[in-house]
């Protein structure tokens, strides 16, 4: 217990720098983090820590909105996607219908007098109905869609609830996605994106005082589809507004020549004749060669540039464009074109949000909670390592030394995994003191214990950890296991707070045991003590 190698002091020490060179940046703004690391050599920059905590809402103000799908738009968006599944399959087997695709709430119908043509089509629409993926054991959830045969020859498809509800999360999954993309594009700093339930994203951006520009930002579907007008509003169209006309409704082709998918890029720009701001636009190879063979094959007709359901400019097609980029005017001002590009950049999102909660903090109350928290966590830090020094003595200074090293791998940890540090995350560290400091005094009572009972100093000193050892590891477990649970089924705060205290837990263990033992044997060769100092 007493035999530390050179080696293992300096490992143990070199870990513990480490740890706590970790937590360095979180004491400096971004822009003095920026300016440190561009001062130094290109060469050497990578080995400079820049990951810093981030303060949540409660700590510096800022916006939060609790976005919801909208289960609506979601399945009018499936039922649609499905109607035109239905139109390839009949088209591809050449078999007509009688009276169209029907489209029903929860999915469509067709009808097919012809026995034959039912036979050929029907194996074709069950091919549409997926198993449901379980990411442990693979499919068994059930299937996406019910297909219903009646005797005159109605087929009915219809989506289940299995199905909507893996729709649903898949909408939320992807939606986080493109959120995150939306408002890294924007530089805004440090937002927190959190799935909340089933349907619904937290989102929180500290610092932010303007919910509203955060709202037209994320309350965009920014769906961009390039369709056809249609000569007539009879047959496979759709009545859209038109923003050139004052929102009076234009007949528009359902079929989608080329959509926001295939960009590569867009940008704010101005139109060279008017002046005007207008978003430029590049599609990818595929997307070129699919709009270039549209604009082609349509020389003299008007394209519909549509976004979120409304055209916003509808051009005649003067030639063909081959060169794979365009332009979307609309009467834009410089921020509405600077949001859309972002919007296009990021992609669309994959149904329509709906904001069921905004919520602003204020810049004043969350200086007022940082006050308190550093004022709690202080307090709690001076009581304690006074009580560990006036009850252990040397051993308790050596104790207070390991809670100090135990708080700064907390905050380094916590800046690795830029961790989003909130009230009950600070009540976390206040909480992870003192039980970081109840393993030191199960260490030390066991050694008071084995001494009184007639032991050596030595003996006594490696029983002490030897045999309290496993009473941590328990003790620790414990309260492990109820701070995951917290995390994976707490939200929001609760989580932030089970965060730091798993963290806590684990530094506990590397700073009571390992380091409190290193010291105490660099102690007892350097003082050479006859008994405990305690």
Do not use: C
């Not at 920014?222 to 009076?248: I, Q, T, W, Y």
């Not at 020389?299 to 976004?307: E, F, K, N």
């Amino acid at each position: 217990m007493l035999r530390f190698s050179r080696s293992k002091i300096f490992a143990t020490l070199a870990i513990i720098l480490i740890g706590l060179s970790l937590a360095v940046p979180s004491f400096f703004s971004k822009e003095q983090r920026d300016g440190f690391v561009n001062a130094l050599p290109k060469a050497i920059q990578w080995m400079v820590p820049t990951r810093a905590i981030v303060l949540g809402l409660d700590l510096q103000g800022g916006s939060q909105l609790l976005l919801e799908v909208d289960q609506n738009d979601l399945v009018g968006g499936m039922v649609k996607g499905l109607r035109d599944e239905v139109r390839g399959v009949l088209q591809r087997e050449g078999v007509r219908s009688e009276g169209g695709i029907q489209t029903l709430k929860r999915g469509v119908q067709v009808r097919i007098p012809d026995a034959a043509g039912r036979a050929k089509v029907l194996p074709k629409l069950r091919e549409l109905s997926q198993p449901i993926q379980n990411a442990l054991v693979g499919p068994g959830g059930g299937s996406t869609l019910d297909i219903a045969e009646q005797p005159d020859g109605l087929i009915q498809l219809s989506f289940t609830d299995a199905g909507l509800n893996e729709r649903t999360r898949k909408a939320v999954t992807q939606g986080i996605e493109v959120i995150r993309r939306r408002l890294d594009s924007t530089g805004t700093l440090e937002p927190s994106i959190q799935q909340q339930g089933a349907d619904r994203i937290l989102i929180q951006v500290p610092g932010l005082q303007d919910p509203q520009r955060l709202e037209a930002l994320l309350g965009s579907t920014a769906k961009l589809e390039f369709r056809m007008l249609a000569d007539s509003p009879s047959g496979d169209v759709d009545l859209l507004p038109n923003k050139d006309e004052g929102g009076a409704k234009v007949p528009v082709e359902r079929r989608v020549m080329a959509d926001g998918s295939e960009l590569t890029d867009a940008q704010p720009a101005f139109d060279t004749q008017t002046n005007e701001p207008m978003v430029s636009f590049k599609f990818n190879l595929k997307g070129a060669q699919k709009f270039g063979q549209a604009t082609s094959e349509n020389v003299g007709r008007r394209m519909a540039i549509v976004l979120d359901g409304v055209v916003q400019s509808a051009p005649v097609i003067r030639s063909a464009i081959t060169g794979g980029s365009g332009q979307i005017t609309g009467n834009f001002t410089v921020q509405q074109a600077n949001d859309l590009s972002v919007l296009l950049r990021a992609g669309a999102l994959p149904a329509k949000f709906i904001v069921v909660e905004r919520r602003v903090v204020g810049p004043g109350l969350g200086r007022d909670s940082i006050e308190a928290g550093k004022l709690a966590t202080g307090v709690a830090a001076i009581l304690v390592i006074a009580f560990m020094f006036l009850t252990y003595g040397t051993f308790g200074f050596i104790a207070n030394i390991a809670l100090i090293v135990h708080v700064g791998l907390i905050l380094g940890l916590m800046s690795v995994l830029e961790a989003t540090m909130t009230l009950p995350g600070i009540a976390g560290i206040v909480l992870t003191i003192g039980t970081a400091v109840d393993s030191n005094v199960l260490i030390y009572e066991r050694m008071r214990e084995e001494a009184r009972a007639g032991r050596s100093l030595v003996s006594a000193l490696q029983a002490g950890f030897d045999r309290a050892f496993a009473t941590i590891i328990d003790s620790n477990s414990t309260m492990a296991i109820a701070a995951i649970i917290l995390f994976f089924m707490g939200s929001g705060p609760v989580k932030g707070f089970a965060v730091v205290f798993i963290l806590g837990i684990l530094t506990t263990v590397i700073t009571a045991v390992t380091l409190t033992r290193m010291m105490i044997a660099l102690w007892y060769r350097w003082a050479r003590p006859k008994a405990l100092p305690f």
